[in-house]
């Protein structure tokens, strides 16, 4: 099992901007990817961005140029660091974990981005 804890997340003003940080604990393995997903209130659950342990990334276009994933792979840590937030960015973020043989995620943090 791997058990995930998210921090950050909030209300910020269009333009604004957002660190998420995730942090993994339990059956870690050396190769892994981590990374964000994201549930806007009756849509389905998209892909934001993820990081392989090896240093490969795959964003959504939505969030391109504007977010950025990183971890730490000697803590098991990452982080998005999200820019010119729009409305749109309004969603439910939650951090994933995968290894062979499970996919685990976080309990999903808020992130409202309003005027």
């Known amino acids: 099992q791997v058990q995930l804890v998210e921090s950050g997340g909030g209300l910020v003003h269009p333009g604004g901007s957002l660190r998420l940080s995730c942090a993994a604990s339990?059956?870690?393995?050396?190769?892994?990817?981590m990374g964000w997903y994201r549930q806007a209130p009756g849509k389905q659950r998209e892909l934001v961005a993820v990081?392989?342990?090896?240093?490969?990334?795959n964003y959504a276009d939505s969030v391109k140029g504007r977010f950025t994933i990183s971890r730490d792979n000697a803590r098991n840590t990452a982080t998005l660091q999200m820019n010119s937030l729009k409305p749109d960015d309004t969603a439910i973020y939650y951090c994933t974990y995968q290894r062979p043989g499970g996919h685990y995620w976080g309990q999903g943090t808020q992130v409202t981005v309003s005027s």
């Open positions: 990081l392989t342990s090896g240093g490969s990334t």
């Open positions: 339990g059956s870690i393995f050396s190769s892994s990817v």
